[in-house]
């Protein structure tokens, strides 16, 4: 036995198309302003997710004395001084 579809059948068919798709949208916009654009915070995330860790880092620290030459006294700021 056939059954007639009436046109509010097809009203609400429209209509629940029109929700799935509208709702597909929205998770995807919201999935991809979820991802985080600062990348120093996502590494720093991912290390914090990735558990304990450690490493080693060698520091050369060199001073230089104070001038009193003609040269560093007529120093421009933003240009090296070279010896």
Same mark, same amino acid.
């Given at each position: 036995?056939? #059954?007639?579809?009436?046109?509010? $059948?097809?009203?609400? =068919?429209?209509?629940?198309?029109? =929700? =799935?798709? %509208?709702?597909?949208?929205?998770?995807?916009? %919201? &999935?991809?302003?979820?991802?985080?654009?600062? !990348?120093? =915070?996502?590494?720093?995330?991912? &290390?914090?997710? &990735?558990?304990?860790?450690?490493?080693?880092? #060698?520091?050369?620290?060199?001073?230089?004395? !104070?001038? $009193?030459?003609?040269?560093?006294?007529?120093?421009? !700021?933003?240009?090296?001084?070279? !010896?």
């Amino acid at each position: 036995m056939h #059954t007639r579809i009436n046109r509010y $059948d097809i009203y609400s =068919l429209c209509f629940l198309i029109v =929700l =799935l798709v %509208t709702g597909s949208v929205w998770v995807g916009i %919201t &999935a991809i302003t979820a991802v985080n654009k600062n !990348p120093i =915070l996502s590494a720093w995330q991912r &290390a914090q997710a &990735a558990g304990s860790y450690e490493f080693s880092s #060698t520091v050369r620290q060199i001073t230089t004395p !104070p001038c $009193d030459t003609h040269e560093c006294r007529t120093h421009q !700021p933003g240009r090296p001084v070279l !010896p």
